[in-house]
């Protein structure tokens, strides 16, 4: 039995891990759930996996859970404390780290200072602080395991070689809602629009993030750190129909790559039984059914949420973390109707010129970082 710890249990990654312990009877076990305020979804969760610790991070939320399951053996914590509490838990092999923002940073470095494989999910984390965990799982022999579906494709391929082998990464990108588009055709794009994403279906900062293509932005700077590859080697490619995951090009032109049918499911599983395959019932790809599979340069003079990515990586130090912060700061704007589609850019790119920059960040200062950023985010 594998000792699952899941962060963000209650969001889309978090349910999908759910489905994937409820498809293994017998394999994966849940030792303690974490989530945000959900306490109906918790309150389930425990009454069906029966973990020994549940944490709300919202303290009144956590006081009802403890209320709801009074007559279970499950210790309920709260907040950040609670957080640690479950990603450190001893007797764990595995934690998921499915919380969406920068608030999975302290918990996964928790994680791994217990010795704890981490599926990741939360790119925030490697974003913002890749420079403090890849040094400390190295040293600490812990397993980083992707499970965003492009970085799990790139984890698959990089099984046909070597690291010294590796030509470039090329990260595909479904393109978002608003694909093709031209700027005065998004300026004045609403929330609803945005949130329709045509293939997958994730939560709101997410599907957000993958209109303004920022999420890829993301994506490259978490392959950079997971794959340990310089950033101007991972080339993105816009694929609409979201079938090849991503892949890898290798020193002698071979492309490898991984397929299959835009799902969550798989890349969670496949982290979780990794190096193992097993079988796992949802539907197949069927190449005659897909038909065409197209490929496009992205945009990235309209969807600035690629190259100001880059120009964040590219600068180091605490620019990735002042991208980020400023753009989860302009997206809760931008939800709210407090700023327009094409404000989001504005806003992060004010924000990297203007707060305060340092080389090498640890902990602490990301989180000063990030709450410079989000005051200048919030009064600009
Ligand atoms: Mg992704």
Not at 108 to 132: F, M, P, R
Not at 349 to 357: G, I, K, L, R
């Amino acid at each position: 039995m594998k000792k699952l710890v899941i962060l963000g249990s209650t969001g889309s990654i978090g349910t999908q891990t759910l489905d994937i312990v409820r498809g293994n009877p017998g394999r994966l076990e849940v030792m303690a759930i974490a989530a945000g305020s959900s306490v109906e979804m918790a309150e389930a969760q425990v009454r069906e996996f029966h973990p020994v610790l549940a944490v709300l991070y919202d303290e009144k939320a956590a006081a009802a859970l403890k209320e709801k399951v009074k007559d279970t053996p499950c210790r309920v914590l709260s907040g950040m404390d609670g957080l640690i509490e479950a990603a450190s838990m001893p007797a764990a092999d595995i934690v998921v780290g499915a919380m969406v923002g920068m608030i999975g940073i302290r918990p996964t470095i928790a994680a791994i200072e217990a010795g704890h494989d981490i599926a990741i999910a939360n790119k925030e984390t490697l974003v913002c602080a890749g420079h403090v965990i890849m040094p400390l799982a190295r040293e600490k022999g812990v397993r980083i395991l992707p499970v965003d579906s492009e970085h799990s494709a790139i984890f698959q391929s990089l099984r046909a070689g070597g690291h010294e082998e590796i030509e470039k990464i090329l990260l595909t990108a479904s393109g978002g809602p608003f694909r093709g588009k031209k700027i005065d055709e998004i300026r004045d794009m609403t929330a609803a629009a945005a949130l329709k994403h045509p293939n997958w279906d994730m939560g709101p900062k997410v599907t957000i993030d993958s209109s303004t293509l920022v999420n890829k932005g993301l994506e490259v700077i978490e392959a950079h750190w997971l794959f340990d590859t310089p950033v101007d080697r991972i080339e993105v490619y816009i694929h609409p129909q979201s079938i090849v995951h991503s892949a890898v090009q290798y020193r002698d032109g071979a492309v490898i790559a991984q397929l299959g049918v835009p799902d969550m499911h798989l890349p969670i599983q496949y982290a979780l039984f990794y190096p193992e395959r097993v079988y796992l019932e949802e539907k197949r790809l069927d190449l005659f059914d897909t038909g065409s599979l197209t490929f496009e340069r992205p945009d990235t003079g309209t969807f600035r949420g690629l190259s100001l990515a880059v120009r964040a990586a590219d600068r180091g130090g605490n620019m990735p973390v002042i991208f980020n912060a400023a753009n989860e700061a302009a997206v809760k704007r931008f939800l709210k109707g407090e700023i327009s589609f094409l404000g989001i850019y504005e806003l992060i790119e004010d924000a990297m010129d203007n707060v305060t920059f340092s080389e090498d960040p640890s902990v602490d200062e990301i989180f000063l970082t990030e709450k410079e950023t989000t005051e200048y985010a919030d009064a600009h």
